[in-house]
């Protein structure tokens, strides 16, 4: 029983080095694919937040997180007080 239970054991150690090689080989490989947090930031294609009212109308629109970008608009609600 010794030896069966030393086969076995060389064997699970064996599968999980190789299972955490293949795992560190795959996260650098997408890693290397990923565009940088600069890259992104730069990027032109964001999404845009508009803040509604409770009347439905737009607040303000914010593209890209950019201050400069966004435009202030009043409520109807803001307007009539």
Do not use: C, H
């Amino acid at each position: 029983m010794g030896t069966w239970f030393y086969r076995i054991v060389k064997a699970g150690v064996i599968a999980t080095f190789l299972g955490i090689m293949v795992l560190g080989i795959f996260v650098a490989i997408a890693r290397s694919e990923i565009d940088s947090f600069e890259d992104l930031k730069a990027s032109p294609n964001g999404q845009m937040i508009r803040i509604r009212a409770a009347d439905g109308t737009v607040i303000q629109e914010n593209r890209n997180g950019s201050p400069e970008a966004s435009r202030v608009r009043k409520s109807k609600w803001a307007e009539a007080t």
